[in-house]
């Protein structure tokens, strides 16, 4: 992962955004031929990413598409995805704070970091990875 230089007092960064499809290749396909966007078939076939290329000529996500039936994804829909660090102590502190937590820390199937979800004030998920 770059190192991104952020203000935040939790040291989450969000890595972009995950939408569920139910037709992983009719999606790709959608968003690539239809919108014009730059989409990249993962070497797996599970996902299919968007990213802007940075002036240094490094490249970041802004969303990937998944299956909505593939193991380890948290929740149909759309969801905000955030890198942390001390996945378990940021849970801890945002339950402690009042934060809804919808799914504790888990290594999910198919997945290969721990993963936990938190609901926003509208119910919206964000699911937290980290170590």
């Not at 499809?21 to 993962?42: F, I, N, P, T």
């Not at 704070?97 to 004030?121: F, K, N, Q, W």
Request: proline share 8%; charged share 25%; hydrophobic share 35%.
């Amino acid at each position: 992962m770059r190192d991104i230089h952020h203000r935040n007092t939790r040291n989450i960064v969000p890595l972009g955004i995950r939408i569920a499809v139910s037709d992983l290749e009719q999606s790709h396909r959608w968003y690539k031929e239809v919108l014009g966007l730059h989409m990249e078939m993962a070497d797996d076939g599970q996902s299919s990413v968007h990213e802007i290329e940075l002036p240094d000529g490094a490249k970041e996500p802004v969303f990937w598409l998944v299956p909505e039936t593939m193991p380890g994804t948290p929740d149909p829909g759309v969801s905000l995805v955030c890198h942390v660090g001390q996945l378990g102590k940021i849970v801890t502190d945002l339950r402690d704070a009042g934060v809804t937590i919808d799914s504790e820390p888990t290594l999910r199937p198919g997945t290969a970091v721990p993963s936990a979800i938190i609901l926003d004030p509208d119910g919206h998920r964000i699911v937290l990875i980290g170590d």
